[in-house]
């Protein structure tokens, strides 16, 4: 894939999943784990970086800095990815439904990468 596509493509992606903290704030808030302070302001927070740092990856000039700290989201990410799954087994919810969760966990890493890499592509 041409690398400027590449890199719209996840500006993009970042972009949209920002916007639904905003517009769903409820489920992103669920998913938080408990032992984290003012789950709404952090779903919003989180929210706008997502949002920014999709945006940032599109200039070359704020492209660097965007990926490190998309990277970083990412990784804090892994944490509420975590935590719906253990609140998912300690419901009871159905096993397809853990096993997606668990299958969910390391598909944070090719993300890392590719924001890694798309950040580091010049013009």
Not at 1 to 15: D, E, K, Q
Not at 67 to 77: I, P
Request: aromatic letters at 10%; proline letters at 6%.
């Amino acid at each position: 894939m041409n690398s400027s596509l590449s890199r719209i493509l996840l500006g993009a992606t970042f972009v949209v999943a920002g916007s639904l903290h905003f517009r769903f704030p409820g489920v992103y808030e669920r998913i938080m784990p408990s032992y984290l302070p003012f789950h709404r302001g952090l779903v919003y927070l989180s929210g706008a970086a997502e949002v920014l740092g999709g945006l940032g990856l599109l200039p070359e000039r704020t492209r660097r800095v965007s990926g490190f700290l998309l990277v970083l989201l990412l990784l804090a990410v892994c944490l509420a990815n975590l935590q719906m799954l253990l609140d998912a087994r300690a419901a009871g919810k159905p096993r397809w439904w853990t096993v997606l969760l668990w299958l969910r966990l390391p598909l944070q890493v090719p993300l890392m990468l590719w924001a890694w890499r798309a950040s580091r592509q010049r013009s």
